[in-house]
């Protein structure tokens, strides 16, 4: 019997590849013969899954909290940079939503068992939710134990939904975790292909709407010389 072929977002892994090594720049191979400045694709990475998501509601849950929590920094990294203070609480707000919804995702009991199915298991984890099973299904902190997620991040969830927002500076150390425990527990175990097939796409199709652009400017300027 045939089996059914597993469908993704992305079209082939080398797509997956290219967008983890733009989330995760620090930790992509580098050609070590290229000394130059690399640029800084995360916000093309984002793009990337917000197509992705699109396309079909299957964009799996790690891809998005990458996602959400990597604008946020981005954001925290725009208000550093221009020190406006007026940014602030938009930051803040950013933080505790992308959080709480990366929290969510993974240990909300109605959802806790579809979006962790493709996260790395180790021995300890498959005896942790063992004991989850006796500890209560129900509870956040027992699925949170069960896939190795640190409870100080079900702690900050609870913060954010029911009291008072933390600082800023405390909700980017979080993310910043948040986005290692996701590295770590799915991009390193799911996304293990090549990027250098979809980064030449990527660059082939960049190339051609720069080519249509300059096209068009020149054509437009053309016009204007006419008229005048």
Known sequence: MATKATTTPWPDNTELAMVRDWFYPNRALRDPYNTGSQEDMRKEAIAKVNIWT???HKTPPACL???????????YEEMTRTGDPNSYRAVQFMFAFAFLRFVNAFVDRDVA??????????????????IVKNVGESSMYAHAAAIAMPG??????HQVSHG????????????DDALVWLWERWWKINATGDPA???????????RRLQRFVAQRDDLAQVISVAS
């Open 54 to 56: 699109f396309k079909t």
């Open 164 to 175: 008072e927002l933390p600082e800023v500076k405390t909700l980017k150390k979080a993310s």
């Open 197 to 207: 097939v979809a980064i030449q796409r990527f660059e082939m199709r960049r190339e």
């Open 152 to 157: 100080r991040f079900v702690d900050l969830r």
């Open 113 to 130: 068992r579809a979006a962790t199915a493709s996260l790395a298991t180790s021995e300890d984890d498959l005896e942790e939710e063992r």
């Open 65 to 75: 909290s990458t996602a959400d929590l990597t604008d946020s920094v981005l954001h």
